[in-house]
């Protein structure tokens, strides 16, 4: 569903449709539910690391649901907007999104492997997902760990460019913001 619209359109296609904007908030919800779950975790001792661990793991199975679906409504339902800006900001912008869906996906991937890898079941809420793999080695596990480590750093880093970006919409008033309020 797309169509053309000039730049100063401030009716509601000018916005993107409602599933889109809450598969927006909500995965940016869930990734700072993770920043914070997974920084917290190892600051305290039993029971409130095991409680941030089953928070982390819910939270990363939520996100795991949640981009699958958000990738099928993109790709079936949401709606698709013309370009506001220059098609260098634009191909950007889109290189952005596409980058965090694929870092967000192998980062969820890393998580479970890690997990599973240790022959342990990922927690969600008080449900258990039990391991479908067998025990991994143990530099196998550490190297998992390791990765999902550092790809959440470079995950953050992204996600403040991302901040960083829609500020300056915001501050240049050129609607680009607004599109996902």
């Known amino acids: 569903m797309s169509g053309t ?18 598969f927006h908030w909500g995965t940016a ?4 539910c993770l920043a914070l779950t997974g920084e917290l975790l190892n600051t305290f001792s039993h029971p409130v690391h095991h409680a941030f661990a089953i928070a982390h793991m819910t939270c990363g199975v939520v996100l795991s ?3 699958l679906a958000r990738i099928a409504w993109r790709l079936l339902a949401g709606r ?14 889109f290189a952005v999104a596409m980058g965090l869906y694929a870092l967000i996906i192998t980062e969820a991937t890393l998580g479970f ?6 022959g342990r079941a990922m927690a969600f809420f008080a449900f258990s997902i039990p391991s479908p793999l067998a025990v991994f080695p ?7 760990g390791s990765a999902h480590w550092w790809l959440a750093l470079v995950i953050i880093a992204v996600v403040l460019g991302h901040v960083a970006a829609a500020v300056w919409h915001l501050r240049r008033r050129d609607g680009v913001f607004s599109r996902m309020l």
């Open 5 to 22: 619209l000039s730049i100063g359109t401030s009716s509601s296609t000018a916005r993107y449709d409602r599933g889109t904007i809450l």
């Open 29 to 32: 919800a869930l990734v700072l």
């Open 65 to 67: 649901v949640v981009m």
């Open 80 to 93: 698709h907007l013309p370009v506001k800006q220059s098609r260098s900001l634009h191909q950007l912008a």
């Open 113 to 118: 492997l890690w997990r599973w890898g240790h």
């Open 138 to 144: 143990k530099n196998t596990t550490s190297a998992l």
